[in-house]
């Protein structure tokens, strides 16, 4: 059976290594704990833990204070209000003078599900990859967002990694070594790179098995570090295949579809198709009914996949 | 030292700070001394009596902390810390201009003795929090001294912060509020009323004093019985005048983010003399 975990336990289950390992870790959230998962950091490390209420813009602020002083500070909440309610905050008081905050948010993206609109992210990478100093991580899966976490205590500086509401399949295992910054090959393809982050990883493979019954041979890439693009090897496998399609759980304007539209433009212009949310707002209803109706479907990227090799020069 | 040397100590230390804010303003043809001029004798107040600093060691770890959340205000505070000796003071005359360190709003990476950038309003309030809490959960003794503006009071983070201050009990935190009266577009009270400023932080849960923010004994006493003060963090209402020791500049909203040209800083100089 396949094991299905949320990207966000990840959070939480490495939270408890950080704090056993580091005793500068501080851990922030804004009246989400029980959702972030930091509530568990909060039980075993509660000199460490402060709820800062509904306030994302102080909690934002508090955290840029602490690691002034010394210490590692994550915050929790959920990314709209994270990258939104305290987008300012994030850019002129962590960013600007490059400070260790770590912004965790959860719940990005649609597959928040039932609450619509108003809590589904689709601009926050957008938002996140404009600003300058800031890392950008999208965890694929459970193993990777523990991972990157953990790895997060070792970047100086601040970064922000995106994680999700929904048990997932897993990819990877516990021995998973994540390396920032470094785009990560996950199948072999001759005709087509499929770009993907997030929840989308798991989906491209999906569409990669579809395709190669047809004999199409699809490169599959986790670019989980959003920001800085490892440009090389996104290059490398373009050079080779010769047309991309990314896959995310955003905007296709401004995060993945549009940091590789950017690279190819400036590098080597080639067909891109994107599948991600086309410029509108997330809306009610259950996962597997809001991906098919977003066109985040395996489905979706076998099609993107087809239109773009027609495309091919 | 006795309470008039004190007195006149500090009275001249403020008198040197509203001299290089007006020099240094003047040069950069930009900036806003009303605001910083009105913050001049609590911030000579902090930085050369109350406060526990070393210029010499802008990191030592047992230090104040003082952030300027009204970071418009900063020729006030790179006045004071060129003034104690963490950078030369001909550096003031390079405020605002290209490649300068003193950046138009405070740059905590290009400045020894900046402990956080501002700029943006209602942001430092936050961030003395979390230093204050730092201190707490790395057992140091040391204080954080936050100066937020009256018209910064209008943004909703200060409150948010406040409320955290309180729940958290963050004795070892003393906001002041330069309280000059005056915004960018008129008068607080015109523009979007702060009072009774006073019962709103009592309110929120934090010990308040209220006093004439010019009076320098008035100043000494309060930090210090504000430093006494437990359970409760602690905020000292400054009743001051903007433009303070320029006469023309003297409650004129007009000089809130404007320079003085070429005459008037001579003529603020003399008056300042």
């Known amino acids: ?313 | 030292m006795k309470r008039d040397e004190l007195e006149k100590l500090l009275k001249e230390k403020a008198r040197i700070l509203r001299r290089d804010i007006v020099k240094m303003i003047g040069e950069a043809g930009s900036g806003h001394p009303g605001g910083s001029l009105s913050a001049a004798d609590v911030v000579a107040t902090l930085y050369f009596y109350h406060m526990r600093h070393n210029p010499k060691d802008p990191s030592w770890p047992e230090r104040d902390r003082f952030v300027l959340s009204k970071g418009h205000a900063c020729p006030v505070l790179y006045a004071a810390l060129a003034e104690s000796g963490y950078f030369e003071k001909n550096i003031l005359w390079t405020l605002r201009k290209l490649g300068s360190i003193l950046q138009g709003h405070p740059d905590m990476r290009k400045v020894p003795g900046i402990e956080i950038s501002s700029g943006s309003l209602g942001q430092g309030l936050a961030a003395a929090n979390g230093m204050a809490l730092t201190a707490r959960l790395t057992n140091k003794d040391y204080k954080v001294y936050v100066m937020i503006g009256d018209g910064e009071s209008q943004e909703g983070e200060i409150w948010e912060a406040s409320m955290f201050a309180a729940h958290y009990k963050l004795d070892n935190l003393v906001a002041i509020l330069d309280y000059n009266k005056l915004q960018i577009d008129g008068s607080i009270c015109e523009v979007m009323d702060i009072k009774p400023v006073v019962d709103k932080w009592r309110a929120f849960g934090w010990h308040v004093f209220e006093i004439d923010g010019h009076d320098i004994m008035q100043i000494v006493d309060t930090l210090k019985a504000a430093d006494e003060i437990r359970g409760k963090p602690s905020m000292i209402v400054a009743n001051t005048i903007k433009g303070k020791g320029v006469s023309f500049m003297e409650n004129v909203c007009g000089f809130h983010g404007k320079a003085p040209n070429k005459e008037q800083v001579e003529i603020a100089l003399r008056e300042l003399s």
């Open chain 1, 1 to 313: 059976m396949v094991e299905k975990k949320a990207t966000r336990e990840g959070y939480g289950d490495a939270l408890l290594e950080l704090g056993r390992e580091y005793s500068n870790v501080v851990v922030l959230d804004a009246d989400l704990a029980k959702s972030t998962q930091s509530y568990r950091f909060k039980e075993a490390f509660p000199d460490r833990f402060f709820d800062c209420g509904v306030a994302e813009q102080n909690m934002m602020g508090t955290a840029a204070g602490l690691a002034a002083s010394g210490m590692i500070c994550y915050t929790g909440s959920f990314a709209i209000f994270a990258t939104g309610r305290a987008f300012e905050q994030i850019r002129n008081t962590i960013a600007y003078s490059n400070l260790n905050v770590k912004i965790c948010p959860t719940h990005a993206g649609i597959t928040v599900g039932e609450d619509g609109a108003s809590h589904q992210t689709v601009e926050d990478l957008a938002l996140m990859r404009v600003i300058p100093n800031l890392k950008v991580i999208i965890p694929a899966d459970y193993y990777e967002a523990k991972a990157a976490a953990k790895a997060a205590a070792e970047i100086d500086g601040p970064v922000f990694i995106r994680m999700g509401r929904p048990k997932i399949p897993t990819i990877f295992d516990e021995n998973y070594e994540f390396e920032f910054g470094k785009v990560l090959k996950l199948r072999e393809g001759k005709d087509v790179t499929i770009c993907a982050v997030g929840i989308m990883v798991g989906v491209s493979l999906e569409a990669a098995d579809e395709l190669a019954k047809e004999g199409i041979g699809a490169e599959v890439l986790n670019i989980h570090t959003l920001k800085p693009l490892d440009e090389k090897t996104i290059l490398e496998s373009v050079k080779k295949t010769g047309s991309v399609v990314t896959a995310e759980e955003h905007s296709i304007i401004g995060g993945l579809g549009g940091a590789i539209s950017e690279l190819l433009g400036k590098k080597m212009p080639l067909p891109i198709e994107m599948v991600g949310v086309k410029d509108r707002f997330g809306t009610s209803g259950s996962i597997p009914e809001l991906l098919d109706y977003f066109g985040l479907s395996k489905q979706d990227i076998v099609v993107a996949v087809k239109s773009v090799l027609a495309r091919k020069p």
